[in-house]
């Protein structure tokens, strides 16, 4: 019997000893405070969200700044703002996000090191521009009234916003907790694209179903000559439009300030009407009782377009005089008349002839003397070709070769935007726009 008491008094014993082990094993995790929330978990939900590396952005763009003499160039330079931001306790080294509705709204989020010294900063630029302060979820607030801008800041990160949801956006910021990505966020920085660029935007907005798309992608790549835009498409369905080993088009002149040329097999996007982009361009030339049916019926893919310089054409003008016995004739003179170039060409099949004659029964087309008219556009020469259909200004068509690429050009205020489909995959499209950074500086007078 003393034998079995003292067994159970070691077996109790043991039990106790072990179930002390483990609560002194849970119990920091029992009564240990949640983790705090990353800073991905403090950012809204919008429909464009990006990020940036500001550092490497002007380690690549200060070539650009100092060879076309940008103002204050030397104020964007990679010692200046990593000295600046060191300064005010903000770590540029870090990652910075933002995000905006496209419209009225953007905010941008970045990482802080040392909150203490971001007071100092916001006492240097009051010496600018007034700071006055407002309180929201107790918190203090600064806001600048002739920016539209707030500035909040924690120990962990800084939010610059304007908008007019200061409240909704500060909230999400403050009362997150770790795990509450946003759905947006979360897609945007898992996708692959773009992964290695310093400035990435990625938008799921509404507008861009309407073409078939569920999101959008772009980035930038610059020069000390050109700015890049890159661009990627994705859409949820595959594509029925694929890339075309080549095709008709005008030769580009060099006076074209727009210009389009497309070369695309859109044999199975043809049979699909309800496809959102096929019933986009529906919708769009409805507008002017265009008969877009009618015309995807007889286009094999090729387009080109010109506009751009001046051509002399013969116009014949009717003015009324009087004979030797007082009575009004008509005298018919021929001037020659300045007006803007023009040059079309696409190519058809066998149901060329149906969309010429659907044309000028709109009267999308109209015949005048020997020259026809687009619409309102000058005096133009139709030829009408087997495979072929062209309409130009000139005395004589301009040079038909043959082009591959998807490309156009945008003459916009002096500035010429080029822009290109690099490729069409399945359920992607990747594309690009260029321009030249001085003449576009040159137009908004940033040299000195």
């Given at each position: 019997m003393r034998t079995e008491g003292v067994g159970n008094k070691v077996m109790l014993i043991a039990l106790l000893c072990a179930a002390l082990a483990l609560f002194l094993y849970i119990r920091p995790r029992l009564f240990a405070?949640?983790?705090?929330?990353?800073?991905?978990?403090?950012?809204?939900?919008?429909?464009?969200?990006?990020?940036?590396?500001?550092?490497?952005?002007?380690?690549?763009?200060?070539?650009?700044?100092?060879?076309?003499?940008?103002?204050?160039r030397e104020y964007m330079?990679?010692?200046?703002?990593?000295?600046?931001?060191?300064?005010?306790?903000?770590?540029i080294q870090s990652t910075g996000y933002f995000f905006s509705n496209g419209k009225d709204e953007w905010g941008t989020f970045v990482t802080v090191n040392d909150s203490s010294k971001i007071q100092n900063g916001l006492n240097r630029l009051e010496q600018y521009i007034h700071i006055s302060d407002t309180i929201i979820y107790n918190r203090k607030v600064k806001k600048i009234k002739d920016l539209g801008l707030y500035i909040f800041y924690d120990k962990?990160?800084?939010?610059?916003?304007?908008?007019?949801?200061?409240?909704?956006?500060?909230?999400?910021?403050i009362f997150a907790h770790e795990g509450d990505i946003e759905n947006s966020w979360e897609k945007f920085l898992k996708n692959p694209v773009f992964k290695e660029e310093d400035i990435v935007l990625y938008s799921n907005s509404p507008r861009l179903k309407k073409f078939g798309f569920d999101y959008a992608m772009f980035a930038h790549d610059s020069d000390s000559l050109n700015i890049k835009?890159?661009?990627?498409?994705?859409?949820?369905?595959?594509?029925?439009?694929?890339?075309?080993?080549?095709?008709?088009?005008?030769?580009?002149?060099?006076?074209?300030?727009?210009?389009?040329?497309?070369?695309l097999d859109i044999t199975e996007f043809k049979k699909n009407p309800n496809?959102?982009?096929?019933?986009?361009?529906?919708?769009?030339?409805?507008?002017?009782?265009?008969?877009?049916?009618?015309?995807?019926?007889?286009?094999?893919?090729?387009?080109?377009?010109?506009?751009g310089g001046t051509q002399l054409i013969n116009e014949e003008?009717?003015?009324?005089?009087?004979?030797?016995?007082?009575?009004?004739?008509?005298?018919?003179?021929?001037?020659?008349?300045?007006?803007?170039?023009?040059?079309?060409?696409?190519?058809?099949?066998?149901?060329?002839?149906?969309?010429?004659?659907?044309?000028?029964s709109k009267g999308i087309v109209t015949k005048q003397g020997k020259h026809y008219h687009f619409l309102f556009s000058p005096p133009l020469t139709l030829n009408i070709l087997p495979k072929t259909i062209s309409a130009y200004t000139a005395g004589r068509s301009p040079k038909v070769t043959t082009g591959s690429s998807c490309n156009g050009l945008w003459n916009y205020k002096g500035t010429d935007i080029l822009f290109h489909i690099d490729s069409l995959k399945k359920k992607e499209v990747y594309g690009s726009?260029?321009?030249?950074?001085?003449?576009?500086?040159?137009?908004?007078k940033f040299r000195r």
């Open positions: 405070p949640d983790p705090p929330p990353s800073l991905l978990d403090r950012l809204p939900e919008s429909e464009i969200v990006g990020r940036y590396n500001l550092l490497d952005i002007a380690r690549e763009t200060n070539s650009m700044m100092f060879k076309n003499k940008v103002p204050f330079t990679y010692d200046f703002i990593l000295g600046q931001a060191k300064g005010i306790g903000i770590d962990n990160y800084l939010l610059v916003y304007k908008g007019s949801k200061i409240k909704r956006r500060l909230g999400k910021a835009l890159k661009t990627y498409l994705h859409s949820p369905k595959r594509l029925k439009i694929k890339e075309k080993k080549a095709g008709s088009t005008f030769e580009r002149s060099k006076f074209s300030t727009k210009a389009l040329e497309i070369h496809d959102p982009l096929y019933k986009w361009i529906v919708a769009l030339g409805q507008k002017v009782s265009f008969p877009t049916t009618t015309f995807f019926e007889a286009w094999e893919g090729d387009l080109s377009f010109q506009e003008v009717v003015e009324m005089s009087y004979d030797e016995n007082f009575e009004p004739i008509e005298i018919r003179k021929t001037n020659q008349v300045a007006v803007p170039a023009y040059s079309m060409l696409f190519s058809v099949n066998e149901s060329g002839n149906k969309l010429v004659s659907a044309l000028f726009l260029e321009f030249q950074v001085a003449s576009f500086l040159k137009r908004g």
